[in-house]
């Protein structure tokens, strides 16, 4: 009975700003790696940013430098920031993470998608 729900998303300028959030809840043991997604119009789905449990991050090479990864562990959160945004990063952002639950062990468990448009 995981259940991630992201928050945010909207219209942003380019060279704006916005900070996604994703908070999971349920009967949640623990949680592991957390990241976000995001899926263009015409594109696959690929991964922005990456945060292991003891902060480690990794990030995609078209958003470094731009975008930082946080996760607040005793709210079962992740955040996303992203500054000086451009029109390519246009996309529905999805919520990721590794979770232990005593039913069913460790999974992974998805978010429905914010969208984020990147326009003037």
């Known amino acids: 009975q995981v259940r991630l729900v992201e928050s945010g998303g909207g219209l942003v300028q380019p060279g704006g700003s916005l900070r996604l959030s994703c908070a999971a809840s349920?009967?949640?043991?623990?949680?592991?790696?957390m990241g976000w997604y995001r899926q263009a119009p015409g594109k696959q789905r690929e991964l922005v940013a990456a945060?292991?449990?003891?902060?480690?991050?990794n990030y995609a090479d078209s958003v470094k430098g731009r975008f930082t990864i946080s996760r607040d562990n005793a709210k079962n959160t992740v955040f996303l920031q992203m500054n000086s945004l451009k029109p390519e990063d246009t996309a529905v952002y999805y919520c990721?993470?590794?979770?232990?639950?005593?039913?069913?062990?460790?999974?992974?468990?998805w978010g429905q998608g914010t969208q984020v448009t990147v326009s003037s």
């Open positions: 349920g009967s949640i043991f623990g949680i592991n790696a």
């Open positions: 945060i292991t449990s003891g902060g480690s991050t």
């Open positions: 990721n993470a590794e979770i232990v639950t005593i039913d069913n062990g460790l999974a992974n468990y």
